[in-house]
């Protein structure tokens, strides 16, 4: 009886190595989840490289944006620049039309100084102290670019309204106009609408042009 017992035990001690291999081999399955950490970890960094390229994108788009005004500006530039040579030439060139009335002489002048053309407002009117076409340059571009002149109303007065002596054949009209000057140019005393002004006209000779002889302005 005793060897039976022996007998019998000796399988149960057998059985203990594979309960730890068991035993064992639970840790490696449980480590599986462990191994899918880093590769989740691995992707954070390129998310947040996403911000940046965005930055950049933002950043470049900037500088194409600065790079285009920059071209326009330098293109208006040039071509203000040309613009005024070209005016220059040109205003140098005017010539007053032949045959025109009193009152189209009148209109030919604020033509001529809404355009910055002194030559033209000069042949319009002879030189008077208080004439805008006192000035000597040939051509004004701030009038030009910058300010706008309009003739709004020409009305011609009567030959009680006047006096003359001395000419062929004289005339006076009380013109309306407006003035706007644009960023700060031109003359501010004339901004906004200008009424009550009065310009004479006289022909010296029978055969000669109507020409502006004095521009009085209201007080």
Known sequence: MDEKEIMTEEPAAAEEPQQTAETENEPE??????DEKPAQEAESPEEQKAPKKGRSRIIKGIL?????????AAAVSVGTVLHVRKMVDKCAETKLPDGLTAEETVREYFSYWDKGNNVGMQLAALPDANSAASVTKNYVAELDLLCDIKLTACRKLSEDDW??????ETAAYEVTFTYNGHFGAGDKSLEGENSGWRFYLARINEDDNWRIYSVIRPQ
Not at 64 to 72: D, S
Request: charged share 10%; hydrophobic share 45%; with cysteine.
């Open 163 to 168: 006096r003359y002596s001395g000419c062929s």
């Open 29 to 34: 399955a449980a480590s599986a989840p462990e």
């Open 64 to 72: 194409y944006g600065l790079t285009a005004v920059l071209a326009i």
